[in-house]
């Protein structure tokens, strides 16, 4: 079984910056990527949309919105995902949620942490 645990979500004004920590437990030795994804309740269908992945090979993706304000990063020994979110903006409120894929297809969520963002 995959345990995932996100933290670092909170309040913070408009430019400021928050790190959220995605620590990982269980049988993770065949993980393809992780990555974080948000969402807005009350937004269209209530849907998850992608903020940043990183693949086990170390291949990065970013939603246009957050390139060059958020950096995407994993501590392997630690099994633990970062996401370090500078320059915030309001648009960023939301909940957090990160992802974890293994093989076959399988995918395992945290439980989301909140980010609010005031202007």
């Known amino acids: 079984q995959v345990r995932l645990v996100e933290s670092g979500g909170g309040w913070v004004q408009a430019g400021g910056l928050l790190r959220l920590s995605c620590a990982a437990s269980?049988?993770?030795?065949?993980?393809?990527?992780m990555g974080w994804y948000r969402q807005v309740p009350g937004s269209q269908g209530d849907q998850r949309s992608l903020?940043?992945?990183?693949?086990?090979?170390?291949?990065?993706n970013y939603a246009d919105s957050v390139k060059g304000r958020f950096t995407i990063s994993r501590d392997n020994a630690k099994n633990t995902l970062y996401l370090q979110m500078n320059s915030l903006k309001p648009e960023d409120t939301a909940v957090y949620y990160c992802?974890?894929?293994?093989?076959?297809?399988?995918?395992?969520w945290g439980q989301g942490t909140q980010v609010t963002v005031t202007s």
């Open positions: 269980g049988n993770i030795g065949s993980m393809t990527s």
């Open positions: 903020v940043a992945a990183l693949t086990s090979d170390g291949a990065t």
């Open positions: 992802d974890l894929w293994l093989p076959r297809f399988t995918r395992y």
